[in-house]
Nanobody, 115 residues
Framework: QVQLTESGGGLVQPGGSLRLSCAAS????????IGWYRQAPGKERELVAR???????NHADSVKGRFTISRDNAKDTVCLQMNSLKPEDTTVYYC?????????WGQGTQVTVSS
């Protein structure tokens, strides 16, 4: 098991940027993949971006070209750089670590895009 702590959320104007961080309680080198997800009220949690231990990345179509996921093994952190934010990006963002058949979730961080 690994504990995850998200940070970096907040209020930003449309077109602005935020950088979310997901800090792990132990080394992430052995974690198969870490992803960022979001869940709007009344909707299912959806994948935003995911990065594997080998560095392979995938991003949801809705964020391609705007969001970028990265990992820093030395800091045991996975970040989500979010640019050109839109009001529809407003929701809680969670990170998830996948280790074999196990998954660990963070508590989430709120992102609000509003003028």
């Amino acid at each position: 098991q690994v504990q995850l702590t998200e940070s970096g959320g907040g209020l930003v104007q449309p077109g602005g940027s935020l950088r979310l961080s997901c800090a792990a309680s132990r080394s992430i080198i052995s974690i198969n993949a870490i992803g960022w997800y979001r869940q709007a009220p009344g909707k299912e949690r959806e994948l935003v971006a995911r990065i594997t231990s080998g560095g392979s990345r995938n991003h949801a179509d809705s964020v391609k070209g705007r969001f970028t996921i990265s990992r820093d093994n030395a800091k045991d952190t996975v970040c989500l750089q979010m640019n050109s934010l839109k009001p529809e990006d407003t929701t809680v963002y969670y990170c998830k670590a996948e280790t074999g058949p196990f998954a660990s979730w963070g508590q989430g961080t709120q992102v609000t895009v509003s003028s």
